[in-house]
């Protein structure tokens, strides 16, 4: 069984920063794309970044470039969201999602099309005040 569990979103005043976490069991974390998406209220869903745990590579979304960094800890199974800079049009409930890949995915792909991801995490608030 796969699950995937969030951690530390919170509230921050704009500029602040925040880290998440997500660790994913019951998957072949070795081969897999890891990704962050993020809904706020009355929005659609949203991809923000992914990594391939294989490889390394990652991608960001235009939104966050440049403010957000996403990394992992193989050893842990876990992917992190560094998010630096918040701003108050951040605010959403962040969440983890996964997917089993082969040589020839590309996780960028991945994130743009979510029904792909079988895998989702419950999700961690992320509140940024004015």
């Known amino acids: 069984q796969v699950q995937l569990v969030e951690s530390g979103g919170g509230s921050v005043q704009a500029g602040g920063s925040l880290r998440l976490s997500c660790s994913a069991s019951g998957i072949t974390y070795s081969r897999a794309c890891m990704h962050w998406y993020r809904q706020a209220p009355g929005k659609e869903r949203e991809g923000v970044a992914t990594i391939r745990t294989d490889g390394g590579s990652i991608y960001y979304t235009a939104p966050v470039k440049g403010r957000f960094t996403i990394s992992q800890d193989n050893a842990k199974n876990t992917v992190y969201l560094q998010m630096n800079s918040l701003q108050p049009e951040d605010t959403a409930m962040y969440y983890c999602?996964?997917?089993?890949?082969?040589?020839?995915?590309?996780?960028?792909?991945?994130?743009?099309?979510?029904?792909?991801?079988?895998?989702w995490g419950q999700g961690t608030q992320v509140t940024v005040s004015s």
């Open positions: 999602a996964a997917a089993r890949v082969g040589f020839g995915s590309v996780c960028s792909v991945l994130l743009n099309a979510p029904d792909k991801n079988p895998y």
